[in-house]
Nanobody, 120 residues
């Protein structure tokens, strides 16, 4: 069993910053890819950023240069530093981790979501 706990969301004015965290615990053999997704009201969930076990990162075009994803493998935690926030960044943010629970079994795990609201 693997549990993910997200934190760091909130209300911020446009131009402000927030840092999201997602910590995994439980029966973890290894964590490969770690990522963040978001879902705005009335829209589908979309990819925001990801980081591989080797530290390679990828971002959706709309957040490049403003958001930074990072990971702390010792803490099984992924972070999303969000700067220069815009009202269109308002959404529920979800982390997704690809967790190997054994040498031969990997599963996708999702966080519970954290609300980010950016006021204009």
């Amino acid at each position: 069993q693997v549990q993910l706990v997200e934190s760091g969301g909130g209300l911020v004015q446009a131009g402000g910053s927030l840092r999201l965290s997602c910590a995994a615990s439980g029966s973890i053999f290894r964590i490969s890819d770690m990522g963040w997704y978001r879902q705005a009201p009335g829209k589908q969930r979309e990819f925001v950023a990801e980081i591989t076990s080797g530290g390679v990162t990828d971002y959706v075009a709309s957040v490049k240069g403003r958001f930074t994803i990072s990971r702390d493998n010792a803490k099984n935690t992924v972070y999303l530093q969000m700067n220069s926030l815009k009202p269109e960044d308002t959404a529920v943010y979800y982390c997704k981790l690809v967790v190997a629970v054994s040498i031969s079994s990997s599963y996708d795990y999702w966080g519970q979501g954290t609300q980010v609201t950016v006021s204009s």
